[in-house]
Nanobody, 115 residues
Framework: QVQLVESGGGLVQPGGPLRLSCAAS????????LGWYRQAPGKDRELVAT???????NYAESVKGRFTISRDDAKNTVYLQMNSLKPEDTAVYYC?????????WGQGTQVSVSS
């Protein structure tokens, strides 16, 4: 069993930064990829950023140049540094992991960007 616990969400003003963390625990052998998705009200869940075991990264076009995904394997943690936040970044952000052939999701953390 694998658990993913997100933290770091909250309310931030436009243009501000926020960092999300996701700590993984449980049977973590063969982690293939970690990532972040988000879901805004009334919209489908969408990919934000992913990082593979080889640290290859992938970003949604809407966040390129503003968001950075990174991982600390010693802590089994993946981070999402979000800069220059916009109101349209408001969403519930979900941590995602592919371990072996199984995908896991965290419970989500709310990010709200508003003045």
């Amino acid at each position: 069993q694998v658990q993913l616990v997100e933290s770091g969400g909250g309310l931030v003003q436009p243009g501000g930064p926020l960092r999300l963390s996701c700590a993984a625990s449980g049977s973590l052998f063969s982690i293939y990829a970690l990532g972040w998705y988000r879901q805004a009200p009334g919209k489908d869940r969408e990919l934000v950023a992913t990082i593979t075991i080889g640290t290859r990264t992938n970003y949604a076009e809407s966040v390129k140049g503003r968001f950075t995904i990174s991982r600390d394997d010693a802590k089994n943690t993946v981070y999402l540094q979000m800069n220059s936040l916009k109101p349209e970044d408001t969403a519930v952000y979900y941590c995602h992991a592919v371990i072996g052939t199984t995908a896991y999701w965290g419970q989500g953390t709310q990010v709200s960007v508003s003045s």
